[in-house]
């Protein structure tokens, strides 16, 4: 146990999640242009849409209330006059896409993120996915989700997207402790996660997921404790598991509560462990990093028969080359090229009504960063990598793998001349594994904190 917390020290360091490599702070956006990245869509398209189909993530930025821990792009509003004409946005943006396809999309995955998808009403909800599948194929293993937040999502959401074709539904709960609650202001009782999660099993839904954050300010380990015993009253499919992302530099809402007001590093990885070992009582297997699937779910299937893929909605059991995200600050990937749109929502309706695709800024792959890519996804998803220098003969994955030796070293991988695998114990570490490949990063190492702590 000594060891263990002289590593968690040792590694403790500003990390990216790898949702993607390169990593957004490392895009060479001057390299980028808006005609390249439609030549990237419409290949990537080409390529993929009849074998594998398409993702799309619609960001819904829309908030009631600021909740303070948060750090996605929001906009913090009680007028719900904006809904249509933000629906009617993204449906221009989807429809110049459509422009570049060659022939009609094939629907496999929609995620409706935020913000707070459930602000919307089910009626805008239903013109949203309605006009999404107008021209398009619905995939016959199609999965469709959405986020919600447990104190405003009604049976009329729930029901009017069963019918829409979604199925799995994410609810953010983070910590049902109401001293936690308040201070990062994001309120909602046992009793509506209870309503939401039993009117969603009876309506059709087949995977629940919450959403609970360790490391959140005045959490202790009775405050995780309780809340995951909460949580074993409703076994939702899936729980993901998230460690706290203090960046007050980026999110100023995180300036309501200091450093003080959170547990320390030993606290937190203890609160960590808790929650891991109280999963594991319960039954829930660990998926990749963070999530935790029970053993009938699409998600633990796909961690054990390597198909688990991830990608900037998170992890997913099926892959698909091309996702195309629509709205406000989403992030769109063909696999050769990731974009993203402006963040600020007056500017992203301006360009779409323009009749312009409003992407900001994104990065074209080099043939060194699909490499290195293939390889963190590989170790995110499976657990493992393997190579053949004589096929891709990469400068930056050799150098990558003489830096692994050290958590080779510290019992977190296993490598050999062509493979590395993780270890149980480096499974916790996985941030710092996919780090020590991150050539980017090595080569331009910041001045000063891009990312949030690992662990």
């Known amino acids: 146990m000594e060891a263990t917390e002289k590593?968690?020290?040792?590694?403790?360091?500003?990390?990216?999640?790898?949702?993607?490599?390169?990593?957004?702070?490392?895009?060479?956006a001057d390299a980028f242009n808006s005609a390249q990245w439609k030549q990237s869509v419409?290949?990537?398209?080409?390529?993929?849409?009849?074998?594998?189909?398409?993702?799309?993530?619609v960001h819904l930025p829309y908030c009631e209330n600021l909740c303070t821990y948060c750090g996605c792009n929001t906009r913090i509003t009680k007028n719900h006059t904006v809904e249509q004409p933000y629906i009617q946005a993204v449906l221009k943006e989807?429809?110049?896409?459509?422009?570049?396809?060659?022939?009609?999309?094939?629907?496999?995955?929609?995620?409706?993120?935020?913000?707070?998808?459930?602000?919307?009403?089910?009626?805008?909800?239903?013109?949203?996915?309605?006009?999404?599948?107008?021209?398009?194929?619905?995939?016959p293993q199609a999965e469709f989700s959405f986020e919600a937040h447990p104190a405003n999502t009604t049976q009329t959401h729930l029901q009017t997207l069963y019918n829409l074709g979604f199925r799995r539904l994410s609810l953010g709960i983070q910590d049902f402790d109401p001293k936690v609650q308040l201070i990062i202001n994001r309120l909602q009782n046992f009793e509506q996660v209870k309503a939401v999660t039993q009117q969603a099993r009876k309506i059709g839904y087949t995977s629940i997921n919450y959403d609970l954050i360790y490391g959140l300010p005045l959490q202790t380990m009775e405050s995780i404790a309780d809340t995951i015993m909460l949580v074993s009253e409703l076994m939702p499919e899936r729980i993901a598991f998230y460690s706290y992302a203090h960046v007050p530099w980026i999110k100023p809402g995180q300036r309501k509560f200091t450093e003080k007001d959170l547990p320390d590093v030993p606290t937190k990885k203890k609160l960590h462990e808790l929650g891991r070992r109280m999963f594991n009582m319960l039954g829930y297997k660990e998926v990749g990093m963070d999530h935790?699937?029970?053993?009938?779910?699409?998600?633990?299937?796909?961690s054990q028969d390597g198909t688990l893929h991830r990608n900037?909605?998170?992890?997913?059991?099926?892959?698909?080359q091309l996702m195309v995200g629509l709205g406000v600050s989403s992030i769109s990937d063909t696999w050769y090229a990731f974009a993203q749109n402006v963040k600020k929502v007056e500017d992203y309706i301006e360009l779409v009504n323009s009749g312009t695709l409003p992407v900001v800024k994104g990065h074209l792959l080099t043939d060194e960063d699909l490499v290195i890519r293939k390889h963190i996804l590989d170790i995110m998803c499976k657990g493992k990598t393997c190579w053949n220098f004589h096929i891709e003969p990469c400068i930056a994955l050799?150098?990558?793998?003489?830096?692994?030796?050290?958590?080779?070293?510290?019992?977190?991988?296993?490598?050999?001349?062509?493979?590395?695998?993780?270890?149980?114990?480096?499974?916790?570490?996985?941030?710092?594994?996919?780090?020590?490949?991150?050539?980017?990063?090595?080569a331009d190492k910041p001045a000063t904190q891009l990312f949030s702590m690992a662990g």
């Open 7 to 28: 590593l968690i020290k040792k590694y403790h360091t500003a990390a990216p999640r790898y949702t993607s490599y390169p990593t957004v702070p490392y895009w060479n």
């Open 42 to 57: 419409a290949l990537s398209f080409k390529e993929s849409n009849k074998t594998d189909g398409i993702s799309l993530y």
């Open 292 to 302: 935790f699937a029970l053993p009938g779910d699409s998600l633990f299937k796909a």
């Open 398 to 442: 050799i150098d990558g793998m003489e830096r692994m030796q050290q958590l080779a070293d510290d019992g977190l991988v296993e490598l050999n001349s062509w493979c590395l695998t993780v270890t149980p114990l480096g499974k916790r570490f996985l941030r710092n594994i996919c780090m020590a490949l991150d050539a980017r990063l090595w």
């Open 312 to 320: 900037f909605m998170g992890y997913t059991h099926q892959y698909t």
């Open 94 to 139: 989807w429809a110049m896409y459509q422009q570049l396809f060659d022939s009609k999309p094939v629907i496999r995955e929609i995620h409706l993120g935020g913000g707070t998808p459930t602000f919307f009403s089910a009626h805008n909800l239903q013109m949203l996915i309605n006009g999404l599948l107008a021209n398009a194929t619905v995939h």
